[in-house]
T-cell receptor, first 110, second 115 residues
Framework: DAKTTQPPSMDCAEGRAANLPCNHSTISGNEYVYWYRQIHSQGPQYIIHGLKNNETNEMASLIITEDRKSSTLILPHATLRDTAVYYCIACTGTASKLTFGTGTRLQVTL | DAGVTQSPTHLIKTRGQQVTLRCSPKSGHDTVSWYQQALGQGPQFIFQYYEEEERQRGNFPDRFSGHQFPNYSSELNVNALLLGDSALYLC??????????????FGSGTRLTVV
């Protein structure tokens, strides 16, 4: 699986959009970009995934660059409950193991 | 619809002992994966079970073994416990006929402390 690189931490004011970047310059053509988050003391939670096109669901939007070497997870209106560690993972699907890095610790503040 | 259920939630064991952790996958899922998460680190893949067989394995010693039952539930066994085995053990399920590719569903984990 391709290695991903994320900033270790970010802050965001409540109500503002949180934009979390991820670099995956060695991603292969059959690898998806998955995002999970882990709130303290809980198991990781699936957020969204995509292959080439931008994706949106009730939780977030995922923007993937045309060359697929990087992506951005967007939480449109961050709340305090979005404070968590966010992991960006490249893998070929749910039959594939997930290789977690250190993720980005997002702190949402009042 | 129940998600992934893990038991027990916490336990304390002594070095050299053996431990068994249990996982019931989300309804409709047939694939179970186990992860170990040390404090302050991301989860590390241990192994994955599908159709009662180990399909993939991460870089963990043979002291770590598992099993999947016909009802898709799974166990993780760790023998000869070391202090370094202290961690949060996470179970994740996926797959199943007709299920969309929404990623893995994780349980809340079992916190194992080895003393």
């Amino acid at each position: 699986d391709a290695k991903t690189t994320q900033p270790p931490s970010m802050d965001c004011a409540e109500g503002r959009a949180a934009n979390l970047p991820c670099n995956h310059s060695t991603i292969s053509g059959n690898e998806y970009v998955y995002w999970y988050r882990q709130i303290h003391s809980q198991g990781p939670q699936y957020i969204i995934h995509g292959l080439k096109n931008n994706e949106t669901n009730e939780m977030a939007s995922l923007i993937i660059t045309e060359d697929r070497k990087s992506s951005t997870l967007i939480l449109p209106h961050a709340t305090l409950r979005d404070t968590a560690v966010y992991y960006c993972i490249a893998c070929t699907g749910t039959a594939s193991k997930l290789t977690f890095g250190t993720g980005t610790r997002l702190q949402v503040t009042l | 619809d129940a998600g992934v259920t893990q038991s027990p939630t916490h336990l304390i064991k002594t070095r050299g002992q053996q431990v068994t952790l249990r996982c019931s996958p989300k309804s409709g899922h047939d694939t179970v994966s186990w992860y170990q998460q040390a404090l302050g680190q991301g989860p590390q893949f241990i192994f994955q079970y599908y159709e009662e067989e180990e399909r993939q394995r991460g870089n963990f010693p043979d002291r770590f073994s598992g099993h999947q039952f016909p009802n898709y539930s799974s166990e993780l066994n760790v023998n000869a416990l070391l202090l370094g085995d202290s961690a949060l053990y996470l179970c994740a399920s996926s797959g199943g006929t007709g299920s969309a590719n929404y990623g893995y569903t994780f349980g809340s984990g079992t916190r194992l402390t080895v003393v």
